[in-house]
């Protein structure tokens, strides 16, 4: 007779990646991964272009926790570039998006599909509010101590279904939302800089595309940009901003649009 051990999915370390120019996606992923348990713990932060372009595979004995933000219902545009480089083998993993209390449309089936092709088993998926990167009077502060509950509980909800797996190969495929085909990429809008730039050189430093002009910080190369906002948000003095009139006035309304507070979905 096989023992209680035999039948439990042996995790050796857990692994989280993302990709996180403002930051709080990394928060989401690191809190998921350290709320599952006493594991070994492994960080892989692919928000620059020098770490997307490592290639880095994983066993059927790594747990991965991996979360992209949500830009205009679909992932990042550089997404591709991070699956072709990240390979599975049957690897357990947790599918996060972060979003900005509007809608996540595409984005959490996309990634889980992504992941899938990558090699990966996806034992879950979650789709979680964060702070507008764009209005910072859209889910402020989130995810907030109302947030980290929640986080924690499903963290335990992942630990207890790891505990339950008898093999990867037995699982059930799991539902998350979205359609497929998945809905267009939207044109996004680019930021530059105004007279108030200063050549601090800091969107430069940490824009994860290299996206801005190199002799001239207030110019933004639209064909590279991904809209993501980093170099808005990091940006001392102001300077760097979107100007169309109707993007800034569509960001105003989703104080609106996204005033009700959305909780996080859960798939397991």
Same mark, same amino acid.
């Given at each position: ?61 790594d ?37 900005g ?50 986080i924690?509980?499903? =963290?335990? $909800?992942?630990?207890?279904? #790891? +505990?339950? %797996?008898?093999?990867? *190969? ?23 800089g ?7 050189g ?35 003095t102001?300077?760097? =901003?979107? $100007?169309?009139?109707?993007? #800034? +006035?569509? %960001?105003?309304?989703? *104080? ?13």
């Open positions: 007779m096989s023992t209680l051990e035999d039948r439990i999915m042996n995790i050796n370390r857990i692994v989280s990646i993302y990709f996180s120019p403002n930051g709080t996606t990394k928060k989401i992923v690191n809190r998921v991964a350290k709320g599952i348990g006493n594991y070994d713990m492994q960080e892989v932060n692919l928000t620059s272009k020098e770490n997307r372009s490592v290639k880095r595979s994983f066993s059927e004995n747990l991965v926790i991996i979360g992209l933000p949500v830009y205009a219902d679909r992932l990042p545009a550089l997404s591709k570039e991070i699956f072709e480089n990240l390979e599975g083998n049957n690897t357990p993993t947790v599918a996060i998006v972060s979003y209390n509007r809608a996540y449309g595409d984005a959490l089936l996309e990634l889980k599909n992504s992941l899938v092709k990558s090699g990966m088993r996806v034992i879950s998926g979650a789709a979680i509010v964060a702070e507008h990167c764009f209005n910072k009077n859209v889910a402020t502060s989130r995810p907030d101590a109302k947030d980290d509950i929640k924690l509980d499903y =963290a335990n $909800r992942i630990h207890a279904k #790891i +505990q339950s %797996i008898q093999t990867i *190969e037995s699982l059930s495929d799991i539902f998350v939302k979205g359609n497929y085909p998945y809905q267009p990429l939207k044109t996004h809008q680019v930021p530059t105004d007279e108030k730039c200063i050549e601090c800091l969107c430069k430093e940490n824009c994860p595309v290299n996206a801005i002009h190199e002799s001239n910080y207030r110019l933004t190369d639209g064909e590279v940009c991904i809209g993501c906002g980093r170099c808005v948000n990091i940006c001392p102001g300077s760097r =901003a979107v $100007r169309n009139e109707g993007f #800034i +006035q569509f %960001i105003k309304k989703l *104080e609106e649009i996204a005033g009700e507070r959305k909780e996080m979905e859960v798939f397991i």
